[in-house]
């Protein structure tokens, strides 16, 4: 028997709408929303962004998965792995029993047509879906709209014989599930470029050829299988995971077209090349409004909220730290105190803990943004907790 597929929602978005207010929800964050968007008190004044915090695809993710559990009660509900990149979001779903396929001890193979599987907001690859289909689970699809326009888009480039250059990191879900969309059954193939330098390489190799096994070991897990860059660079299609930094992603593009040009020829390209912006709106929003409040507010300091392994939350911290020191915290238990801070430097991998980031004395302006996995009530907890330390000695 086919799975049973949930894709729009499970008529319950009412039922759980309580649940999920009393947890996400913060009447503080709503207060600085309805007061300009920022927030004084003492010596502090913070500026939020005017776009932070959950988008439309974790809105209805989280959504669906507290609607699941409340559908199936008796039946064990499962994600395939996080659902959205925020340890405070995957704990709470935790608690309400759902299990983790990522956590200890789980295992895909033990997955029978009694399980409720939720897929997450970022999608997941075919050979996931396929598995999980052979196994007769019943699904509760969260991929979000803007991630499925990305699909589409490299599975038109695949049928038309296009390999798909994804600026995107190998080891996300999300890109995970593009690339296997962009190759499924051996049907077409990618490479996937992190950034700018991974960029350039593979530009070089287009102008003038290079050493192709150089070439597949540097980009060894970002390719599709059997990829031969003298073959598959022929005919490219530019897209990208919905969170990247946008300039650098348009940039990325032109940096391929361009090498493209300089092989081909211009009037090559129509046949050669192609490009679709897939950074997703709410992307795109949320980083508007950071480089908005940096231009129009000057700020002492930056703290953007929002998980270490969250890829737009990265993306916006990266946008502030050039002007002014910026500090990626998850949760406001982060700033230990007025002087020491834990946070995930710019570009840096690990947790890290810096002294001396709250200027000590006199005005202090903070401005603030989260990523869109991040919920109100930690950016509430963050405030309270800025303003607590602000003015200790008040
Ligand atoms: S970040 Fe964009 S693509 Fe990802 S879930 Fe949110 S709206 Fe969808």
Known sequence: ???????????????????LAESYHSDLVAAIKDSEYQYASGRLTIHLAREFGFCYGVDRAVDYAYQARKRFPDRPVVLTGEIIHNPHVNDQLRAQGIRFLSDAGESIDALTPNDVVILPAFGVTMEMLEELDRRGCTLVDTTCGSVLNVWKNVKRYAADGFTSVIHGKY????????????SHEGNGHYLVVLNRDEAEEACRYIRGGGDRTVFLTRFENALSRGFDPDRDLQRIGCANQTTMLSSESLEIGEMFRA?????????????????????????????DAVAALLDEQPLDLMIVIGGYNSSNTCNLARMCEPGLPTYHIAEAGCLMSAFEIRHKPVGGKDEAVSAGWLPAGGEVVIGLTSGASTPD??????????????????
């Not at 009530?377 to 008040?394: F, I, Q």
């Open 1 to 19: 028997m086919p799975p049973l597929i949930f894709r729009k929602g499970l008529d319950l978005k009412h039922e759980v709408a309580g649940t």
């Open 259 to 287: 090498a493209m040009r300089d092989r081909y020829g211009e009037a090559e390209m129509a046949a050669r090349f192609r490009a679709f912006d897939t950074i997703c709106s709410a992307t795109q929003d949320r980083q």
């Open 377 to 394: 009530n930690l950016v509430g907890m963050v405030v309270r907790r800025l303003d607590d330390l602000a003015n200790l000695s008040r």
């Open 171 to 182: 080891w996300h879900e999300e890109t995970r599930a593009t690339a296997s969309q962009a």
